[in-house]
């Protein structure tokens, strides 16, 4: 089967690739041939030198893979023939990240990229191209699953899942982050727990980890020392986790420690760079090494996903206390597991239990059928099929449908060009506390980015 990875100079492609040649050992493997597409043909060369250097390791210790890799010099043509597409791609670049952080910072509000004001800018400028390559999948791949990975990727889910209903499945690594290490907590095998989560995208809680016959999750909240062994729980501390009873995903330290994150993320930026910036700085070394010296290409990819994995949260795990990220979370097995995962599951018509994001339809209550939520869902031939979940509590219902809201106005915001919806986004989102703030970042954004005047064209 073909894969069309659009996104494909992305930095985290190499991931992806990694499991396909571990994959391609297999007699049945998924994919045998890769697409790649990309708008940025310098990304696109650097990340070709580093799947060069993969493929030629794994030849060398198990032969010629039975994977094949090219490029594609258009959208058309990297989704003819396909019957996966994995779209990651990144609407404005790093730069665009550096200047959602930039605006919420200036107007004195968190900035984080998929989280508050810097989401929903993000959310603005990128739904528009989600839904023009969502149309180009139904004409040239109509027959092709999408597993998306385009941040905010609940959202963008949602928006393309308008033109290819249930043929589009959004992932994401947190929840089998927070599963893996909870299980590991407990000293339970994680492939072998199973885990009531429910919520949205980077919005949801580990209310269950079955293993034995019985929810061993009350366990780990009575057990002080294995609750703050990891690292949620080093985040939010053992008290707080055992009032809520859940163990809330990482990014919801950006909800419930909001002045702290903001402080936080403001220091950095002052004293520094933001985590955009850090990343542009790191990226920009790769990629322009990576040209000079594409021997070294692998080399210098690795040591680059090292200093991204260990910078990653790191405005929260100071405001926490200075909690240190665990060594076996630096090594990957989350993104390109799970999207690995989907695509067996789906190629294979082999049942699996996964948590990605699909449309309700039903499966939690509070929320409409389309509404796209992420939850343990029954994924095989026929799609992501979600599974009935037990209604979240009072306090995160209300959290979930607050920020629903506030994606369905970024929706008809791009959909109607209505600044008036934008600004109601903005202004009614719970990390942003005032409408003059959320007209101070609306200006702001449209300022940064010359191309929202596309999607909110003036009166």
Not at 317 to 346: F, I, P, S, T
């Amino acid at each position: 089967m073909r894969l069309a990875i659009l996104g494909g100079g992305g930095f985290r492609v190499p991931l992806v690739h990694r499991a396909l040649l571990a994959e391609s050992r297999r007699g049945d493997a998924v994919i045998s041939e890769v697409v790649l597409f990309d708008t940025d043909d310098d990304r696109l060369r650097g990340v070709g030198a580093v799947l060069d250097r993969q493929r030629d390791a794994h030849t060398a210790e198990h032969g010629e893979p039975r994977l094949t890799v090219r490029t594609a010099g258009s959208l058309p043509e990297a989704l003819e023939g396909a019957g996966m597409v994995f779209s990651a791609i990144r609407v404005g670049a790093m730069p665009g990240r550096v200047a959602d952080e930039r605006v919420a910072l200036s107007a004195g509000v968190i900035g984080q990229e998929t989280v508050g004001a810097g989401g929903i800018s993000y959310g603005l400028r990128t739904l528009p191209v989600a839904r023009r390559v969502a149309r180009a999948i139904a004409e040239h791949a109509p027959e092709a699953w999408v597993v998306n990975f385009t941040n905010p990727a609940g959202l963008v889910t949602e928006e393309m899942s308008a033109v290819l209903g249930d043929r589009v499945i959004g992932i994401c690594d947190s929840p089998v982050g927070l599963t893996r290490r909870a299980a590991r907590a407990l000293e339970l095998d994680p492939a072998a727990v199973r885990a009531d989560y429910a919520g949205l995208n980077h919005l949801g809680w580990l209310r269950g980890l079955w293993s034995g016959g019985r929810d061993r999750l009350p366990d780990l909240l009575a057990d002080t020392a294995a609750l703050e062994s990891f690292e949620e729980g080093s985040l939010f501390g053992a008290d707080w986790l055992r009032s809520l009873g859940a163990l809330p995903n990482e990014y919801l330290h950006y909800y419930y420690m909001a002045r702290e994150a903001a402080a936080a993320g403001a220091d950095s930026a002052r004293q520094g760079l933001t985590r955009g910036e850090e990343l542009v700085e790191q990226q920009h070394g790769f990629y322009r090494e990576a040209a000079a010296r594409p021997g070294e290409a692998f080399e210098l990819w690795d040591r680059a996903r090292l200093a991204r994995e260990r910078g990653y949260m790191a405005d929260n795990r100071r405001a926490a206390g200075g909690v240190e990220r665990a060594e076996q979370d630096l090594d990957g097995g989350g993104y390109e597991e799970v999207a690995l995962a989907v695509m067996r599951a789906l190629a294979r018509d082999e049942p699996a239990r996964l948590i990605v994001d699909v449309r309700n339809r039903g499966a939690l209550a509070g929320l409409d059928r389309d509404a796209v939520v992420e939850l343990p869902c029954l994924v095989d031939g026929g799609g992501a099929q979600p599974l009935a979940a037990a209604p979240l509590s009072g306090h995160q219902l209300a959290l979930v449908l607050a920020v629903k809201s506030v994606e369905r106005d970024i929706m008809e915001a791009v959909r109607t060009g209505s600044r008036a919806a934008a600004l109601r986004a903005f202004a009614t989102h719970p990390l942003v506390d005032s409408v003059t703030t959320a007209r101070t970042l609306l200006d702001g954004y449209l300022e940064a980015f010359g191309g929202l005047g596309d999607v909110l064209p003036n009166p």
